[in-house]
């Protein structure tokens, strides 16, 4: 199976930034510790400066996890991350309806976003896979 490279370690470094928060260990799939890093500050901060380290395997796991194609976890995420509570992630990736709820609901009240954080891999992984069959 040839190398895909879903995610960008880039773009991961550049969330890692705002790793306290656990933005990048969201982007690469690790819901839980990012979930954790994010009512933790991080671990108290120790836990993100390991991830400095950690970044380029969590990198790799990640290409190897999740599917390529036309829809780019990037921008899916930089939307997400930014303009989630407008729906325009949803928007990106054709889910329009939904998009359009979250627009005029705030996110569907934040907990839309919520479970994005949780689900947006898999959801353009998905996308990814109809596209390509």
Avoid: C
């Avoid at 890692?16 to 656990?22: Q, S």
């Avoid at 939904?98 to 569907?108: D, N, P, S, W």
Wanted: hydrophobic share 50%; no cysteine; aromatic share 18%.
């Amino acid at each position: 199976m040839p190398h895909t490279d879903t995610h960008s370690k880039l773009f991961g470094y550049l969330l890692w930034i705002f790793g306290f928060l656990g933005a990048h260990r969201f982007y690469y799939g690790k819901p839980v510790t990012g979930t954790i890093w994010f009512l933790t500050l991080g671990l108290l901060l120790i836990g993100w400066i390991v991830d400095l380290f950690l970044i380029p395997g969590m990198d790799d796991e990640a290409d190897l996890r999740f599917r390529e194609g036309e829809t780019s976890y990037n921008i899916s995420w930089l939307l997400l991350t930014f303009l989630g509570v407008f729906g325009v992630h949803r928007m990106y990736m054709g889910k329009w309806i939904t998009g359009i709820i979250y627009l005029f609901t705030g996110g569907l009240f934040l907990l839309g976003v919520l479970y994005d954080f949780w689900t947006l891999n898999d959801q353009v992984s998905v996308k990814n896979a109809g596209q390509m069959g």
